[in-house]
């Protein structure tokens, strides 16, 4: 591996790893932080491209378009963010093959593809362990009667007194019900798939319906998982391991 290989590996490493920490702390990853990777990136691969010739090129810009391609499908179909399309593609910037193929398995996906797939085979095995600590929680600590009016979601939820909710960091959790004033007739409560985003107005709502007795003291809240974690986790599987969909199919589907 050459120096310059050595060098973008370190630089994405660390811009990811400050991502995770961002998104963990404020739930955002600032657009700066990608366009500066991508600025750090461009001459890196410029510099391949001049010594490895046109189909290096060729190759470059498939890997970049097939990326940007399938980051934009992931966003608008609300899998991740944008913060984490934005991850994916400044990772095609800098690598469009593996920067230490000599050591693994060849691959044929974009090296920013095998990452998206190694994190949400990743998040496949954290997620069920998140959602059965949550069962376990909601059975410890939530009455028998309580948790009969919401059992179809103590796996994905847990209460949370509403005059708490100012002071609690609201940003990395989500409502999984909505609250409709439907006048004389009280409140509608409809679940969300996915969860709503709690704001300053939001609880202002919550909080006035609770003071004129339409619901009670609890709302029901789902945990936000960051995806960026997952597609850090997947981009060092991919780096040390490999592409963990041919490993499952090597299991699945022996030679």
Not at 129 to 158: C, H, M, Q, T, W
């Amino acid at each position: 591996m050459s120096h310059l290989g050595l060098l973008s590996i370190v630089l994405c490493s660390v811009f990811l790893l400050y991502a995770c920490y961002s998104d963990l702390k404020t739930r955002s990853v600032p657009n700066e932080l990608w366009l500066l990777l991508i600025l750090l990136g461009l001459p890196l691969a410029g510099y391949q491209v001049v010594r490895n010739g046109i189909p290096y090129l060729a190759h470059y810009l498939l890997a970049l378009l097939t990326t940007a391609l399938l980051a934009y499908l992931f966003f608008r179909l609300h899998l991740f963010g944008g913060a984490d399309a934005k991850g994916l593609i400044a990772i095609a910037v800098l690598f469009p093959t593996h920067p230490l193929n000599e050591r693994v398995l060849l691959d044929p996906f974009p090296f920013a593809i095998t990452t998206l797939f190694n994190g949400a085979i990743a998040s496949a095995v954290i997620l069920p362990l998140v959602f059965l600590s949550l069962f376990v929680y909601n059975r410890v600590y939530v009455g028998p009667e309580e948790a009969r009016k919401d059992r179809g979601l103590a796996f994905i939820g847990y209460r949370i007194p509403i005059n708490t909710l100012p002071r609690v960091n609201y940003s990395r959790i989500r409502l999984l019900h909505s609250f409709e004033d439907e006048g004389a007739d009280g409140v509608t409560r409809r679940f969300i798939v996915g969860g709503l985003e709690i704001d300053e107005e939001r609880i202002e709502q919550l909080t006035r319906y609770h003071k004129e007795g339409k619901i009670g003291e609890y709302v029901l809240v789902t945990p936000g998982l960051p995806y960026m974690l997952f597609i850090t986790a997947g981009f060092f599987i991919a780096l040390f391991y490999g592409n963990l969909i041919f490993e499952l199919m090597g299991l699945f589907l022996p030679l």
